[in-house]
């Protein structure tokens, strides 16, 4: 299986933070501070966690959280989907001023709704 997420892991340049099980990534998007928060090696569901990778996850979340805070946003939105990408991830969304609140902004962040960057 040739999964985006197991190569982006193989580009240290990519990674922001990563702990025993856990990295966070600068999101593949234009919307500052928005990051994914994957497990390491592949692995596609919640349920084949052990409590040690839950325990690990709660670090790398309280990292993740301290670096987008540093942008000032008014929330931060979390959200797991895993259907484009079969890989366990979290998408660590700011929403700033001005910006729609709620769950259109999470579509529009994790769609095509923000351009990426060339």
């Known amino acids: 299986m040739n999964c985006p997420i197991c190569e982006a892991h193989k580009n240290p340049a990519e990674i922001l933070f990563e702990n025993e099980f856990w990295i966070l990534r600068k999101a593949n998007q ?3 501070a928005y990051l994914y928060l ?3 090696g592949h692995m ?3 349920t084949k966690l052990s409590l040690e990778q839950f325990e690990s996850y709660g670090r790398a979340l309280h990292k993740g959280i301290e670096l987008i805070q540093s942008s000032h946003p008014e929330k931060i939105y979390m959200t797991a989907i895993a259907e484009r990408v079969p890989h366990l991830h979290v998408h660590l969304i700011p929403r700033y ?3 729609t609140p709620g769950i259109d902004h999470i579509a529009k962040a994790t769609g095509p709704g923000f351009p990426k960057p060339m």
Do not use: T, Y
């Open 97 to 99: 001023k001005d910006q």
């Open 38 to 40: 994957e497990i390491k």
């Open 30 to 32: 234009n919307l500052e």
């Open 44 to 46: 596609d569901s919640w």
